[in-house]
């Protein structure tokens, strides 16, 4: 199975910061990468899909990029309502699809 | 709007059954392709098994390959989960999903979850 790390595990920000969270596969899936948000007691969000294209709806300060092995979500302006854990998910191999093991974005 | 709503979730003394059900809206349910995943309290997210949209082939994943079984009935538009033989691991809310595509890639439309305890 292919294995998913992100970095960093958790992270302080402020409303309006920059934020860019890693996402690392353990072998080279080309751009079948997935990005979701989710939210406390809720269910997980697509964001992104294949690497850097923004699901409908989703706000334009969000932007995914990379290719192969290494793959980056940006939050460029941090708002209120982006604190929330977010998720790597590859499709390039499955079964299993798998995912990274969150990155929670909290407030500084 | 797509709505995906989860049931059946609850209490079961390890070694037991429960069987989960998502039933679908607003969408042509017998053109995707599903999913069920899990994730323990406070865990990331598992992925547990898939079912193409005429049924026709499913995959688990080794945590619940022999134990669990995934279905699906098209003219009721409902996802269903058997789960057997049930462990304290198994302990998760369980999410059902939907592919965004009529193959199997991303996951677009996610149902609010059931959570399933195995405890004795």
């Known amino acids: 199975a292919i294995r998913m790390t992100q970095s960093p595990s958790s992270l302080s920000a402020s409303t309006g910061d920059r934020v860019t969270i890693t996402c690392r596969a353990s072998?080279?899936?080309?751009?079948?990468l997935a990005w979701y948000q989710q939210k406390p007691g809720k269910a997980p969000k697509l964001l992104i899909y294949?690497?850097?294209t923004l699901q409908s709806g989703v706000p334009s300060r969000f932007s995914g990029s990379g290719s192969g092995t290494d793959f980056t979500l940006t939050i460029s302006c941090l708002q209120s309502e982006d604190f929330a854990t977010y998720y790597c998910?590859?499709?390039?191999?499955?079964?299993?699809?798998?995912f990274g093991q969150g990155t929670k974005v909290e407030i500084k | 709007q797509v709505q995906l709503v989860e049931s059946g979730g609850g209490v079961v003394q390890p070694g037991g059954s429960l069987r989960l059900s998502c039933a679908a809206s607003?969408?042509?349910?017998?053109?995707?392709?599903m999913h069920w995943v899990r994730q323990a309290p406070g865990k990331g997210l598992e992925w547990v098994a898939f079912?193409?949209?005429?049924?026709?082939?499913?995959y688990y994943a080794d945590s619940v390959k022999g134990r669990f079984t995934i279905s699906r009935d098209n003219s009721k538009n409902t996802l269903y989960l058997q789960m057997n033989s049930l462990r304290a691991e198994d302990t998760a809310v369980y999410y059902c999903?939907?592919?965004?595509?009529?193959?199997?890639?991303?996951?677009?439309?996610w149902g609010q979850g059931t959570l399933v305890t195995v405890s004795s």
């Open positions: 999903a939907k592919d965004r595509r009529q193959w199997p890639e991303d996951f677009d439309y």
């Open positions: 072998q080279g899936i080309s751009s079948y």
């Open positions: 998910q590859q499709y390039y191999s499955y079964p299993p699809w798998t």
């Open positions: 294949a690497a850097s």
């Open positions: 607003g969408f042509t349910f017998s053109s995707y392709g």
């Open positions: 079912i193409r949209y005429d049924g026709s082939n499913k």
